[in-house]
């Protein structure tokens, strides 16, 4: 079955500082595999999703993940942290063999940024 | 451009009441999925639809049903209301072809039982 992990529930980092929030998955068949940002009493929004070909995906706001088939990971960067980052970032995986199937979220990391 | 609507934004029923939510996708997207996101928790797969038809089914409490209808519409009929089905209820959708590479999410139904 698959499954993604998130390490830390909580990351703070300072104004202008890089960003690095962690994803690894477990998957059986080779994944496709998001992240999704969540602001205050608002819904879902997609950042950037890996599907195929180039392992390294840009995505909205400044953001990237790199696709790391060695180590199991998709961790998500932003070189230069904005206040307006503070949201709750979940990452995401589904299969690619199944119609309709579903997406499986990670339990969430909440990233806070100091002025 | 046209997102997925979902109604009402917020809802508060008593325990025991029936609620009734409403999702109504993208045009032309054909596939529907509901998730329940508990305070502080990760979003949870409740059921999806495609072409009408139940196409998979996760943590959905028996008291809980949904269908989709011929314009494609979905609704998530509740009943017998708890304290804990107190949630933000996200609906998302995506075409057949489109669905591996991410749905769109509503910005969903804030349910409060009381």
């Known amino acids: 079955a698959q499954s993604v992990t998130q390490l830390g529930s909580h990351v703070s980092v300072s104004e202008g500082a890089l960003v690095l929030l962690r994803c690894n998955y477990s998957s059986s068949v080779p994944p496709y595999l998001f992240w999704y940002v969540q602001y205050p009493n608002q819904g879902l929004q997609l950042l950037l999703k890996y599907t195929t070909g180039a392992t390294l995906v840009k995505g909205i706001n400044g953001f990237e993940a790199e696709f790391k088939k060695s180590e199991t990971s998709f961790h998500l960067t932003k070189p230069s942290a904005h206040m307006s980052d503070a949201a709750e970032y979940f990452c995401?995986?589904?299969?690619?063999?199944?119609?309709?199937?579903?997406?499986?979220f990670g339990s969430g990391t909440r990233l806070s940024i100091r002025p | 451009a046209a997102g997925v609507i979902q109604s009402p934004r917020h809802l508060i029923k008593e325990k025991r009441e029936t609620a009734t939510l409403k999702c109504y996708p993208i045009?032309?997207?054909?596939?529907v999925y509901w998730y329940q996101q508990g305070p502080g928790q990760d979003p949870q797969f409740l059921i999806s639809f495609y072409e009408k038809m139940q196409s998979d089914k996760g943590s959905i409490p028996d008291r809980f049903s949904a269908q989709q209808f011929s314009d494609y519409h979905s609704e998530l009929n509740m009943s017998s209301l708890e304290l804990g089905d107190s949630a933000l209820y996200f609906c998302a959708s995506s075409s057949l072809e489109g669905a591996v590479y991410g749905y769109t999410f509503g910005s969903g139904t804030r349910l409060t039982v009381v």
């Open positions: 995401a995986v589904r299969l690619t063999y199944s119609s309709a199937s579903k997406i499986i």
């Open positions: 045009p032309r997207h054909d596939t």
